[in-house]
């Protein structure tokens, strides 16, 4: 039998590889990939390597003295735009100021209750024909289609129709590899998590499988598939190769 005791075997936390660089660059080629196809859907696409990068770039997308509705994102809120959209002297309207109904009266956590019903309703109006109007997504496909799914929704209203210029931005973990992926990622993935986010126990989370449910705080209630750009619109796709928002 062979004496493994005279072998000096390196330690079982000694990784050979950089597992970064290794994640980086898939996502990177997977990354890379989806932007060609978002080309050939008429889509302008672009690959970051960072937040860093992408807040740069989608700073030069935005005009000066603008409104900017801004839909509901933990990657757009990564970018830290704040600062530099009021230095751009434009007004952001965040996704808790356009609150629904719901919210409004539930006191739902998480919601910026800023006024009356009609106001809501008046700046929900802003918020949806703005001069930009950025959101995230809940899945991309590689062949370069946009899926995301909402409660109220307001923020694939304003991924569709309204607002001059419209700018999706999602990190590389969002990449799927079909639509159906797309479609089991928002049920098995994304809604639990925003479900968690707003305080709401709903049976996707607690059995961890989607029932369908009837609850009232359920925010997968519309699906959007974009499958190419929208006739007219002026429709930019950024993808970052970090791993943001849910």
Not at 64 to 70: A, K, Q, R, S, V
Not at 108 to 114: D, E, K, L, Q, T
Not at 168 to 185: C, F, P, Q, S, T
Request: with cysteine; aromatic share 6%.
């Amino acid at each position: 039998m062979l004496d493994l005791h005279k072998f000096k075997l390196p330690k079982l936390n000694e990784e050979e590889h950089d597992r970064s660089r290794i994640r980086n660059k898939y996502f990177k080629q997977k990354g890379t990939a989806a932007v060609k196809n978002l080309k050939k859907n008429n889509f302008e696409a672009y690959y970051c390597d960072s937040v860093e990068e992408t807040g740069k770039l989608t700073l030069s997308l935005i005009p000066d003295n603008g409104i900017i509705g801004c839909g509901d994102s933990h990657t757009i809120f990564a970018l830290g735009l704040d600062k530099e959209l009021e230095k751009k002297n434009c007004v952001a309207i965040p996704h808790t100021c356009a609150v629904n109904n719901y919210a409004m009266e539930n006191n739902s956590p998480g919601w910026n209750i800023v006024g009356s019903k009609q106001e809501m309703r008046d700046i929900l109006m802003q918020y949806l024909v703005a001069n930009v109007f950025i959101l995230g997504a809940n899945a991309i496909t590689i062949d370069g289609q946009i899926i995301n799914i909402d409660g109220a929704g307001n923020r694939i209203a304003g991924s569709l129709y309204g607002s001059d210029r419209i700018i999706v931005i999602a990190g590389a973990n969002k990449l799927v590899k079909d639509l159906n992926a797309g479609l089991e990622r928002l049920r098995f993935t994304a809604a639990p998590m925003n479900n968690i986010k707003y305080d709401n126990e709903l049976a996707c989370n607690t059995t961890g499988l989607c029932s369908d449910c009837r609850s009232e705080e359920r925010n997968c209630n519309i699906t959007s598939i974009i499958h190419k750009r929208p006739q007219d619109s002026d429709f930019h796709v950024i993808i970052i190769g970090e791993e943001l928002g849910f």
